[in-house]
């Protein structure tokens, strides 16, 4: 199971009526056992499908939280390998959330491509994204995803043409991440009847569920994103609880935290009708 688990996982949520939860999380920040105690909290407080980030030197489409978050980590020693044991043992209890690694393209060509998407899938790996390889250079990255049945999810924005829609739904699968606003991850919000034409192009063109991310942070903003778009992303709000947590040296207070945030989310969400 790996793409037939996230188009299941939006199956299940579209019978209940309601917009998908998305939940980011910086592997290894504030530790690995920490994030995976979160990945656990996020399960049980109503996250849909989990994004696991992936810590890089130079993560240029994050902002400030996401950048700190992934600097904690590497000082963690966190790599790409220790990243997979963490979806390795979320998988040894959890055969049915949709599990997303986010991160950049140096990491996984260092791995090599068929290496990673073999240890990927072995590891519960749905699907990644990869935000700085663009469709025109990610063909022989789908080529090892296919012989898996992995998904390649792909970034849309506000600036996205049709034209240019139907080149990123090209060879993508699972869903669409539909950035809210232009800029780095956690800067400003969007209002929803700004992008709701924009979401519907992305749904109509791609076929695929759309999620909206960047700038949500609590209940009252992913309702509403909720009633224009199949999910919603939120992402610095959980990663400012594990810099919190780093801070203070109560590692075990990320999960906690960020359950409570996660709960705050799916509540929110519950009643609200995708388009």
Sequence with gaps: MTTSRITARFAKVKAENRAALVTYIMAGDPDLEASY??????????????ELGAPFTDPMADGEAIQRAALRALANETKLVDVLGLARRFREDDQDTPLILMGYANSVHSMGYAEFASAAAIAGIDGTIIVD???EEDQALRDEYAKHDMSVIRLATPTTNEARMAKVAEGASGF????????????????????????EMAQRVSGLPVCVGFG????????????????????????????????????????????????????????????
């Design 133 to 135: 390889l663009p469709p």
């Design 176 to 199: 669409l991440y539909y950035v809210a606003v232009a800029g780095v991850t956690g800067s400003g919000s969007a209002d929803p009847a700004d992008i709701r034409g924009g979401v």
């Design 37 to 50: 105690q979160a990945m656990c909290t996020l399960r049980d407080n109503g996250a849909d499908v989990i």
């Design 216 to 275: 949500i942070k609590n209940g009252k903003q992913a309702a509403a994103m909720g009633e224009i778009a199949d999910g919603v992303v939120v992402g610095s709000a959980f990663v400012d609880h594990a810099r919190l947590a780093s801070e203070a040296g109560t590692h075990h207070i990320a999960a906690i935290e960020m359950g409570k945030l996660a709960q705050e989310l799916s509540t929110a969400l519950k009643g609200t009708v995708s388009a």
